[in-house]
């Protein structure tokens, strides 16, 4: 704790709610780094301090595009609540775990998440049609999305969105509000298991949420002017400098 850069926590939090809104990740792909490598916050009280961040991040990003008509509510809500089990169930299973292990977890995830963005399939958004989509496939991906979020503390933005387009053909405007809403479901069943395992502190939450809020409104604006090409390269860029970022951290620090 003594050697926390608590001045780097606000500009933290606005960079991660940024990308909240901009890409629908939660933030917590950016979070999760910044506050190990540039805040120097420990890797267990990263994961609290990111779902928080995570939580309210998504709740904001999630009503600017819910306006905007980009949120798939049925849907959202089906993976949701699949994916609160799976956060209460990654809560404990990352107590015993090492701070390595948590990190070489997040490092595979990032990578797989960057090729399925490398190579998107086609989908049209014209004849997709809101809440049709495979069950038993959202189940899956609402489990999966929300172990990440108790394990790792990072709400699953980052590999939620390429795992709906994909394995539920949603086109990625609708899945990026959609992903947010996922995320906040997820969120609030998961925050629970963390502060039972005292991995979140009251005064290292408080000041990243100072620059969540005003990011996350930054973001979801940009990502309704931006195009879908734009949003996939961006996504895919982010991807490759986390991947590269923890990498480095993991196998050279």
């Known amino acids: 704790m003594d050697n926390i850069l608590w001045a780097a926590l606000p500009f933290i939090g606005l960079v991660g709610g940024f990308f909240s809104g901009f890409l629908g ?4 792909v950016v979070m999760f780094p910044l ?12 994961t609290g301090t990111n779902l928080i961040h995570i939580l309210i991040a998504a709740a904001i990003s999630t009503l600017a595009h819910y306006r905007a008509g980009r949120v798939d509510t049925k849907s959202g809500l089906y993976l949701g609540i699949a994916g609160v089990g799976g956060g209460v169930m990654g809560s404990f299973l990352s107590v015993p775990l090492s701070p390595r292990s948590l990190q070489f977890i997040y490092l595979c995830v990032v990578g797989v998440a960057a090729v399925m963005v490398f190579i998107p399939l086609p989908i049209d958004s014209e004849i997709y049609r809101k809440g049709r989509f495979n069950k038993p496939a959202g189940v899956a991906v609402g489990l999966g999305v929300g172990s990440l979020a108790g394990l790792l503390g990072a709400g699953g933005g980052f590999i939620t969105v390429p795992l709906m387009t994909y394995c539920l053909k949603i086109p990625l405007r609708v899945a990026i509000g ?3 809403l996922i995320i906040l479901i997820t969120s609030l069943g998961t925050i629970w298991a963390k502060l039972g395992v005292g991995h979140i502190d009251l005064s290292i939450t408080l000041l990243a949420l100072i620059g969540s809020i005003p990011g996350a409104l930054i973001g979801s604006f940009f990502s309704r002017k931006t195009s879908v090409r734009i949003l996939r390269l961006a996504l895919l860029s982010l991807l490759i400098a986390i991947f590269f970022m923890v990498a480095y951290e993991l196998f050279f620090s």
């Open 25 to 28: 990740l939660g933030g917590g």
């Open 35 to 46: 506050l190990t490598l540039v805040g120097a916050v420990p890797v267990k009280l990263a």
């Open 178 to 180: 959609t992903s947010l």
